[in-house]
């Protein structure tokens, strides 16, 4: 199995996230929305008959079950190489951030991970072009945000115009819990048994599926910012995205399951 070359840092959470305003929330004396987010910058697991395998754990990673008191957590990898060899992985910056605000009647949770510079290569029997993947950067996004229902007989306040314009874009409302996606994928090229793929978006729409049998690439599945919700919306809501997700399985050939920039967000009422 091939062995991996990795630096660390930790930094401050990421501006991206667009979560700085945690006093302009103060915490609830007696409503307990719980939050839980979980990010991470990527997991491979790679096979390839009579060559090898590559696999990939994450290595920036944050994560945080259900808690109701507000957290915010980072972490950062410089950079990664699995080293020389058929199957291998470079990058240069990898992120994880996540955090949770609970409010008085308004609540957000939101979580982000990116890849940077991200160079896969794998190479199969007579140095055949199996997959090949290059990126500027990969990222994926997941917001969950808005108010629980009220306590029997008493009025949802609404929601501080400073926090809906500056923390959510205004793009959240306060009738319920609401999720929020995103992905981005600038620079993206890739190759699948050993044919290009074109027309990969920088700024791909919500499970944006690339159609690789027009291609003549057959075992294979491609869906960019892929995103599943869950939860009703009113009492929970969760939102688990992908910037990237590639799975391939070709009998006698490769196996592979892909996925760069994890995030995952979730809010569940008392």
Request: aromatic share 2%; with cysteine; glycine share 10%.
């Amino acid at each position: 199995m091939t062995s991996i070359t990795k630096t660390f840092a930790v930094r401050p959470l990421s501006a991206a996230l667009l979560f700085a305003l945690s006093a302009a929330m103060p915490l609830a004396a007696n409503a307990a929305p719980t939050g839980a987010a979980h990010a991470y910058d990527l997991s491979m697991n790679i096979s390839v008959v009579g060559v090898g395998s590559l696999v990939v754990t994450p290595q920036a990673e944050v994560q945080h079950t259900p808690q109701i008191a507000a957290w915010s957590d980072a972490d950062q990898v410089l950079s990664l190489d699995t080293g020389p060899g058929a199957l291998r992985l470079t990058t240069g910056e990898l992120n994880a951030v996540s955090q949770w605000i609970p409010g008085v009647t308004y609540h957000a949770v939101g979580s982000q991970a990116s890849a940077d510079n991200v160079n896969l290569s794998v190479l199969g029997l007579a140095s055949a072009n199996l997959l090949g993947l290059q990126a500027q950067r990969i990222t994926a996004t997941a917001i969950v945000a808005g108010s629980c229902p009220p306590p029997s007989g008493r009025p949802v306040a609404e929601v501080p115009a400073l926090v809906e314009e500056l923390v959510f874009a205004s793009s959240f409302d306060n009738g319920g819990l609401r999720p929020r996606g995103n992905a981005e994928t600038p620079g993206l090229t890739i190759t699948a048994l050993g044919t290009n793929i074109p027309g990969l978006p920088a700024l791909p729409a919500p499970n944006t599926s690339v159609d690789l049998s027009g291609l003549g690439i057959l075992g294979t599945t491609l869906i960019l910012n892929e995103q599943v919700t869950g939860g009703d919306g009113v009492h929970n809501m969760t939102l688990s995205a992908n910037g990237l997700h590639l799975t391939m399985n070709v009998a006698g050939v490769i196996t592979a399951n892909v996925i760069i920039a994890h995030a995952d967000a979730a809010i569940a009422c008392p």
